[in-house]
């Protein structure tokens, strides 16, 4: 299910912003590209040496599937190999604003930054916040709260200090680019595609959430169930509904 979570998110956010790559990078034979946070390989970019990492290796093509310059590694993120330093001349990286807490945010920016070249470009992409109605404001409560029980800053606070944290780890030329992308049959496949994904977000965190006890805001199992219906009707009925997603771009001197 993770794994066609991610195929889903590749697709809308490709569609979203038309295209995978938006930094004024030239790759020349030789040039290396990092893909942070890989997962199923759906979200690298084609062209030149890609080198795919992950924090675990389960979704990771099989080997014998992939052409010469594709490779994959199990990394981190906030501590990659010191002999990358100053390799790569593009990183991209996705959808990792529920997964860092604040602290590792400006790590991994450093670590990008060190493996960077001199003048190479950082991509980042990240959902920025929801907009539909009352029940979809609670699961943004819900996982605003699971995110804070784990010490994870999640939307819409992480993402306006993305700038910060990167002018502090030395980027320049930062552009912010910002998209919607509608949920909900009435936009058509995107739509139904964007609310499958909403969806299955929403039934992942159930677990977590009620182990938890509900942060008290849901008192129990059928409670929970009952307002993943509510949610999904939210969705189709409410005009306007929509994902907004923000693609940071930023150069190292």
Same mark, same amino acid.
């Not at 906030?78 to 604003?97: D, E, G, Y």
């Not at 790590?107 to 990008?112: D, G, P, T």
């Not at 805001?217 to 939210?234: G, T, W």
């Not at 923000?246 to 190292?252: D, E, F, G, I």
């Given at each position: 299910?993770?794994?066609?979570?991610?195929?889903?998110?590749?697709?809308?956010?490709?569609?979203?912003? %038309?295209? +995978?790559?938006?930094?004024?990078?030239?790759?020349?034979?030789?040039?290396?590209?990092?893909?942070?946070?890989?997962?199923?390989?759906?979200?690298?970019?084609?062209?030149?040496? +890609?080198?795919?990492?992950?924090?675990?290796?389960?979704?990771?093509?099989?080997?014998?599937?992939?052409?010469?310059?594709?490779?994959?590694?199990?990394?981190?993120? +906030?501590?990659?190999?010191?002999?990358?330093?100053?390799?790569?001349?593009?990183?991209?990286?996705?959808?990792?604003?529920?997964?860092?807490?604040?602290? *590792?945010?400006?790590?991994?920016?450093?670590?990008?930054?060190?493996?960077?070249?001199?003048?190479?470009?950082?991509?980042?992409?990240?959902?920025?916040?929801?907009?539909?109605?009352?029940?979809?404001?609670?699961?943004?409560?819900?996982?605003?709260?699971? %995110? *804070?029980?784990?010490?994870?800053?999640?939307?819409?606070?992480?993402?306006?200090?993305?700038?910060?944290?990167?002018?502090?780890?030395?980027?320049?030329?930062?552009?912010?680019?910002?998209?919607?992308?509608?949920?909900?049959?009435?936009? %058509?496949?995107?739509?139904?595609?964007?609310?499958?994904?909403?969806?299955?977000?929403?039934? %992942?965190?159930?677990?977590?959430?009620?182990?938890?006890?509900?942060?008290?805001?849901?008192?129990?199992?059928?409670?929970?169930?009952?307002?993943?219906?509510?949610? *999904?009707?939210?969705?189709?009925?409410?005009?306007?509904? *929509?994902?907004?997603?923000?693609?940071?771009?930023?150069?190292?001197?």
């Amino acid at each position: 299910m993770f794994d066609i979570r991610l195929t889903v998110q590749h697709a809308i956010v490709e569609k979203c912003f %038309g295209g +995978l790559v938006h930094v004024p990078v030239t790759l020349v034979n030789g040039d290396r590209i990092l893909d942070s946070a890989t997962g199923n390989a759906k979200q690298v970019p084609h062209g030149a040496q +890609l080198i795919g990492i992950d924090i675990e290796s389960r979704l990771f093509p099989k080997h014998s599937s992939l052409p010469a310059n594709i490779s994959f590694e199990v990394q981190s993120i +906030l501590k990659l190999p010191s002999a990358w330093s100053n390799r790569f001349a593009f990183v991209h990286q996705r959808l990792l604003v529920a997964a860092l807490r604040t602290s *590792e945010w400006v790590r991994a920016l450093h670590e990008i930054y060190r493996v960077l070249k001199p003048g190479g470009w950082v991509q980042l992409v990240e959902a920025d916040n929801w907009v539909s109605g009352p029940v979809m404001s609670i699961f943004v409560s819900l996982m605003v709260k699971l %995110g *804070e029980s784990r010490g994870i800053t999640i939307w819409p606070d992480i993402v306006p200090d993305l700038r910060t944290f990167l002018e502090r780890s030395g980027f320049i030329d930062i552009c912010i680019t910002r998209r919607n992308s509608p949920v909900g049959k009435r936009a %058509g496949r995107s739509g139904e595609s964007g609310r499958n994904n909403m969806m299955s977000l929403f039934r %992942g965190i159930r677990a977590p959430i009620l182990q938890a006890g509900g942060f008290g805001i849901v008192r129990d199992e059928a409670m929970y169930d009952e307002l993943l219906e509510k949610v *999904e009707l939210e969705m189709e009925s409410s005009p306007g509904g *929509e994902i907004r997603w923000v693609m940071v771009c930023a150069r190292k001197a």
